[in-house]
């Protein structure tokens, strides 16, 4: 059921491989900025979502190595990272 899950999820987001978890972790990023209003609230979500999506693939999908589990989360963490600490930076 999780794998259906996934699998319906990654095919709504246009793009291939690797670009589907930079644009699920944007998405969740700009979604959490509407409702936060701190400075690193949509990372903090981010990364939450990302742990959570990443420990379950990690449980579920056993098939899936740690190395290529950690590179998908730090495509999923690395923009908002980014787009964070310039916004802090810039107050």
């Known amino acids: 059921m999780y794998s259906?899950?996934?699998?319906?999820?990654?095919?709504?987001?246009?793009g291939s491989c690797f670009s589907d978890f930079i644009y699920l972790g944007m998405l969740v990023f700009?979604?959490?900025g509407f409702f936060s209003?701190?400075?690193w609230g949509p990372f903090v979500a981010t990364v939450i979502?990302?742990?959570?999506?990443k420990t379950l693939?990690?449980?579920?999908?056993?098939g899936?190595?740690?190395?290529?589990i950690l590179e998908q989360f730090l495509?999923?963490?690395f923009l908002?990272?980014?787009?964070?600490?310039l916004y802090s930076r810039r107050s």
């Not at 979502?49 to 999506?53: G, K, P, R, Y």
């Not at 693939?57 to 056993?62: C, E, F």
């Open 57 to 62: 693939d990690w449980l579920v999908l056993a």
């Open 4 to 14: 259906n899950f996934r699998a319906l999820l990654l095919n709504t987001i246009p």
């Open 37 to 39: 209003n701190k400075k």
């Open 30 to 32: 700009i979604i959490a």
């Open 80 to 85: 908002p990272l980014v787009i964070s600490f």
């Open 64 to 68: 899936q190595s740690s190395g290529l």
């Open 49 to 53: 979502f990302a742990v959570i999506f």
């Open 75 to 77: 495509h999923m963490i």
